[in-house]
């Protein structure tokens, strides 16, 4: 058990450009989770997998956001078209059921 | 909907002083409780959890007992240590939803200082 991990961990893009993130969870862990962190601030939910299965999208997941979960292994978040507000930690967590989550290090998304 | 409210930071205290971080709540069903804690450059680590009502919960010194009658989980630890420097976040679980996903406060910044 090596925990969630994410990649990268940090990510300095241009704005209008896309970016993708990967979550790796803690195996056989089913369900999946991420978050975003901007500065001085708690994490807020962004989207929830069950297995392979998106079921719940926050309102912040504007339409440039997507993310997958193929196989209900891995997952990826991607954000099409960048905005400074977009700059922000992304954090993933991961747990087997009904327990509390563990999360990953985060990726540090800064827009320029 | 659902809410987290926990004390604004800074907190500095010296070390040994006696730590408490204030954290209440709003929710509709019966949340599970938990408090976070975040090292510089780090994702969040679990603390302390709580499931229901009069359950304390506690790790590494730290505590925090779930009061439904004043919808509270506030953080205790008798002798803080500099290593305990850290952001802490307080947060919630619906287990009535499907998804527990988890509602954070804003987070309280504590230093210790030697």
């Known amino acids: 058990d090596t925990g969630v991990s994410q990649d990268p961990r940090h990510k300095i893009t241009k704005r209008g450009q896309n970016v993708t993130f990967r979550c790796d969870p803690i195996?056989?862990?089913?369900?999946l989770y991420w978050y975003r962190q901007t500065l001085g601030q708690g994490p807020e939910f962004l989207t929830y997998f069950q297995n392979e299965a998106q079921l719940e999208k926050s309102r912040l997941l504007s339409d440039r956001f997507s993310a997958e979960r193929p196989k209900g292994s891995f997952s990826t978040l991607e954000i099409q078209r960048t905005e400074q507000g977009d700059s922000a930690m992304y954090l993933c967590a991961s747990s087997p059921g009904d327990r509390a989550g563990t999360f990953g290090s985060g990726t540090r998304l800064t827009v320029v | 909907g659902d809410s987290v409210t926990q004390m604004e930071g800074p907190v500095t205290l010296s070390e040994e002083a006696f730590l408490t971080i204030n954290c209440t709540y709003t929710a509709t069903g019966y949340p599970s409780l938990f408090w976070y804690v975040q090292y510089p450059g780090e994702g969040l680590q679990l603390l302390l959890k709580a499931t229901k009502a009069d359950d304390k919960g506690s790790n590494k010194g730290f505590e925090a007992t779930y009061r439904k009658e004043t919808t509270s989980f506030h953080l205790e630890k008798g002798s803080v240590q500099v290593s305990d420097s850290a952001v802490y976040f307080c947060a919630l679980s619906d287990r009535g939803g499907a998804t527990n996903k988890l509602i954070f406060g804003t987070g309280t910044l504590l230093a210790v200082q030697p």
């Open positions: 195996s056989e862990h089913n369900r």
